[in-house]
């Protein structure tokens, strides 16, 4: 019996990252496989994450960003991942979890039309949208059922991926993992 799958794309997990990456694939016309080892492939981290996502403050500068997630990093964040980050997440927030998935994000009681926005943690604005305190959840339920439906899609729940080795996650050094590998 031959088991074997082809796929133009592997996607391993079925959380924020494993869908956005399968999304953008499929949306190439890639052929995409999404495995997950839990039985419902929206049983996630993503799904059980309350508070909210970072979109961006009013007339914040991305710098400002860059600040605080620097700062509550504790020095063991990547200063190149911060300056993507705060250059292009709001920005992708807006396209594709406001825009294209519709994601129903909480509006501002005092300004309807408005999301709401508020600050979390190590944040020094209020740059912080959510839905009620569910917000994984809903930013999941939206990109699964856009990813599920997707002809060029195939979802593979209840299987587990083995022996994916890269030197950087080995290292004791934590920083490591943001280096280039030669």
Request: a negative charge; proline letters at 5%.
């Amino acid at each position: 019996m031959n088991d074997a799958i082809q796929t133009d794309i592997l996607v391993i997990g079925s959380g924020l990252g494993g869908l956005a990456a399968a999304w953008a694939a499929a949306k190439c016309g890639c052929e995409v496989t999404l495995l997950t080892r839990a039985s419902n492939p929206e049983d996630s981290n993503t799904y059980r994450a309350q508070g909210g996502i970072i979109y961006r403050a009013k007339d914040e500068l991305p710098e400002q960003l860059v600040a605080d997630i620097l700062s509550a990093g504790a020095g063991l964040s990547s200063p190149a991942a911060a300056s993507l980050l705060s250059h292009e997440g709001p920005r992708l927030v807006k396209e594709i979890l406001i825009d294209e998935l519709r994601v129903p994000f909480d509006v501002s009681p005092g300004h309807p039309g408005e999301l709401d926005l508020t600050s979390e943690a190590g944040h020094s604005l209020q740059r912080i949208i959510h839905y009620k305190d569910q917000t994984g959840f809903a930013i999941e339920r939206a990109f699964f059922e856009r990813v599920r439906s997707h002809p060029k899609v195939k979802v593979i729940a209840n299987a587990t991926a083995v022996d994916l080795l890269t030197p950087s996650h080995h290292s004791v050094e934590p920083t490591h993992v943001y280096r280039a590998l030669n």
